[in-house]
């Protein structure tokens, strides 16, 4: 009988998994929600700065960790956020902070209405805008969507450092800035099976969004979630990997559910909004990025063992 190559799953944390902390950054930055493969969405890139930052308002006092992350999400999955003043909003907030232990004021750092701050998150979140001349996210996210969106992609002999060149040839300046730490993780190679969730895929006008909601505490007011302080977060917790890996997932979804299938018409591009810094009509807050189709392609090649 032929000797057959053991396949493995992979996900995005396991994919980084022992990487080296980039120069200045927190150790414990990955702090993987619990029960989701390959999101460490909650307070991964600033464990040492929120220590440190004292009180804050409103969601900036909210309570960090893995915890709060989850019920956070878990918010964000079921929330209608065309409906955000509606009975149904306020009695989803109130029921899943109790249901987490995060209802009280005393189970937060500052001395706030938990449930006054997430709806007010909510609040300016569904109005804020994906970016500076884009649409608001309640309009972006009225339509079709799927939350908790799965994926799993077959991944043949590849490794994440052969990436590096392709993201310093195509990727965006977010993008040629990782490309240095893609030659710093570990390499191993994978083949098998890669998957992992986003948050939200949405389509809006014909085209395709995904989002991935991040409760990172970046700091205790707007300015701290500008856009040089999101590249900084995104550089730090590998996220720019992960949201290429999420195009990844989608441009072979759509390949393959629509013959027609045009990248460039039908995929509209990823947004992470930093849940705390959001703001009303405006883009604070929020990281947007769409990789070029070039890189795009670079990495289906990659993930069939061809680059």
Known sequence: MPRRTALAMHSFTSVV???????DEPTEKRDD??????????????????????EGHGMFGFQRGAEAGVCLHTVLEHVDLAAVESDATAALVRSTLRRAGLAASTAHPSPIDPVAAVLDML?????????????????VTSGTRAAEWKFTLPIALADAPALAEQFEQHGCAVARAYAARLRTLPRRTLQGF???????????????????WKSNH??????????????????????????HLYVLALHRQLALRRPDYDYERDVAGVVYPFLRGVLPDRSNGMFFARPPLALVQALDAWARGRG
């Open 123 to 139: 609040r300016a979140l569904a109005s804020a805008r994906v970016h500076d001349d884009g649409p608001t996210v309640a309009a």
């Open 17 to 23: 998994a022992g990487a080296a902390a980039m120069p």
């Open 218 to 243: 970046l700091g205790n007011t707007a300015e701290h979630y500008g856009p040089s302080a999101l590249h900084e977060a995104m550089l730090a917790n590998d996220y720019v990997l992960q949201y």
């Open 194 to 212: 890669l998957t992992g969730f986003a948050d939200l895929v949405a389509e809006h006008d014909g085209r395709y969004w995904l989002f991935d």
């Open 33 to 54: 929600a619990p029960g989701r493969i390959g999101d460490p969405s909650a307070e991964a890139f600033s464990a040492t700065r929120a220590a440190a930052a004292g």
